[in-house]
């Protein structure tokens, strides 16, 4: 199949650029909003919509700030230590889920302390609203025709820029539709069904992690790190350890009972 050629900057404004890669997360953060307001309606939850909108503002510093960073310092940190400037670059790509989930885990105790809210029940709600994230930023990948998968044979094989001429996994769009649109349909109905607070958030990391280290098989390793232990990626290591620890806190959290 032939790559669309898709301009990532969708709009010029003189010296200015509307990126499509800036815009997915817009569109992500925008999903989130609603539909952790809903959850919170649906299970009369304590959380006003201003708590919701302080929520969404606080986990949009922590989202951008811990992917970058994470990305920086774990996939390629010799090249942002040489040009700190680059960091600050989020519109050229490079932000690492890992370090982007951190970063929510850190605003969101600190919100929950703050505000009173038991950080479980805000870890459930961020890990559905997450997924839509997941979704958009993958399309965004794709676009930028970053990520792109290892070479194949397959009929939907795609002949990415810079990929060079052999045709390639669209492993973008697979994590798009996995990781975001089907884990957020598993993670909504349980939401609206499981009254345990952190079995939302335990599910989450298994289930992400389980997919994740699936398709990195058919996503092309980062050039600058490649194969970190044996044959895995620094994706499948940190994915293991994701998994590990949502089993335990599901199992943990299972055995505590209902809140």
């Known amino acids: 199949m032939t790559y669309p050629q898709i301009d990532p900057v969708l709009i010029h404004i003189g010296p200015l650029q509307l990126r499509w890669y800036g815009l997915m997360y817009i569109f992500g953060f925008i999903v989130a909003y609603f539909v952790i307001l809903h959850i919170c309606s649906r299970r009369k939850l304590p959380m006003t919509r201003a708590d919701v909108e302080d929520l969404v503002t606080y986990c949009i510093l922590g989202l951008v700030v811990g992917a970058r960073v994470g990305y920086c310092l774990i996939y390629n940190p010799g090249f942002y230590l040489s040009h700190p400037l680059k960091i600050l670059a989020v519109w050229e790509g ?3 889920f890992h370090g982007g989930m951190i970063g929510l885990l850190l605003t969101g105790a600190y919100f929950a302390r703050s505000r009173a809210k038991p950080f479980l029940m805000l ?10 994230g997941l979704f958009f930023g993958r399309i965004g990948n794709f676009i930028n025709a970053e990520l792109y998968g290892r070479v194949t044979d397959v009929p939907w094989g795609m002949v990415f820029p810079g990929g060079g001429p052999l045709p390639r996994h669209p492993s973008q769009l697979y994590e798009a539709f996995s990781e975001g649109l089907l884990l957020f349909c598993i993670l909504f109905l349980l939401s609206l069904s499981v009254r345990t607070r952190g079995v939302v958030l335990g599910t989450f990391l298994s289930l992400y992690g389980a997919i994740r280290f699936f398709l990195e098989y058919f ?27 949502g089993l335990v806190m599901v199992a943990w959290r299972l055995k505590s009972g209902p809140d």
Do not use: H, I, W
């Open 219 to 245: 996503r092309e390793p980062d050039a600058q790190l490649g194969f970190v232990l044996f044959s895995l990626t620094m994706g499948q290591v940190l994915c293991t350890a994701m998994v590990a620890a």
């Open 94 to 96: 490079g932000m690492s």
């Open 123 to 132: 870890g459930d709600l961020g890990a559905v609203a997450a997924t839509p």
